[in-house]
T-cell receptor, first 118, second 115 residues
Framework: AQTVTQSQPEMSVQEAETVTLSCTYD???????LFWYKQPPSRQMILVIR??????QNATENRFSVNFQKAAKSFSLKISDSQLGDTAMYFC???????????????FGTGTRLQVTL | EAQVTQNPRYLITVTGKKLTVTCSQN?????MSWYRQDPGLGLRQIYY???????DKGDVPEGYKVSRKEKRNFPLILESPSPNQTSLYFC??????????????FGPGTRLTVT
């Protein structure tokens, strides 16, 4: 079974600054995918960024980027130029690759609540 | 607009009174899933379905039932709700297929309180 650990329950950052959210995972799988989801106060789950484990290059999406360290089983999220709208709960999630091509469940961490302040 | 809808969005009920939370998607997705979200525990999968009439247990299935009679609908049934089922529930759906995992689209959530 896979586990995902987010060791920072809460974080705070000032507007326009950079913040990094940590995530580690444990798995015996060699092929898998990692995700960061954002959950604003509206409670909607929004996909922020995705990383394929077989890719060495770190994924980026505008102000969001990841630092993927496969050997260390670490997958941190960096938010640059933080904005008030980034205030949300952030969940790290793991999905194993299914050779049969079927969809697979997401295993989530416990979340990091990020507050962006003026 | 492509979306996953859930009803009701909020529900307060009493112990033992059967209830159903509906989930519907308009994207012709094969895969559908239910998660519950609890403070300090993140989201955990309850049940999932790979296609019509194909369902299976997730990590926390006790006390829940599901059915998949139509591709678009995947209701979550609590036959005899108990207070420990008070939670925020999410339905999600995605395509199936080879290659990259398709994005899972989440519904808006249902806040359930069982007294």
């Amino acid at each position: 079974a896979q586990t995902v650990t987010q060791s920072q329950p809460e974080m705070s950052v000032q507007e326009a600054e950079t913040v990094t959210l940590s995530c580690t995972y444990d798995t015996s799988e060699s092929n898998y995918y990692l995700f960061w989801y954002k959950q604003p106060p509206s409670r909607q789950m929004i996909l922020v960024i995705r990383q394929e484990a077989y890719k060495q290059q770190n994924a980026t999406e505008n102000r969001f980027s990841v630092n993927f360290q496969k050997a260390a089983k670490s997958f941190s999220l960096k938010i640059s130029d933080s904005q008030l709208g980034d205030t949300a709960m952030y969940f790290c999630a793991f999905m194993k690759h299914e050779n049969t091509g079927t969809a697979s469940k997401l295993t989530f961490g416990t979340g990091t609540r990020l507050q962006v302040t003026l | 607009e492509a979306q996953v809808t859930q009803n009701p969005r909020y529900l307060i009920t009493v112990t033992g009174k059967k209830l159903t939370v509906t989930c519907s998607q308009n994207m012709n997705h094969e895969y559908m899933s239910w998660y519950r979200q609890d403070p300090g525990l993140g989201l955990r999968q309850i049940y999932y379905s790979m296609n019509v009439e194909v369902t299976d247990k997730g990590d926390v299935p006790e006390g829940y039932k599901v059915s998949r009679k139509e591709k678009r609908n995947f209701p979550l049934i609590l036959e005899s709700p108990s207070p420990n089922q008070t939670s925020l529930y999410f339905c999600a759906s995605s395509l199936r297929g080879q290659g990259l995992p398709y994005e899972q689209y989440f519904g808006p959530g249902t806040r359930l309180t069982v007294t």
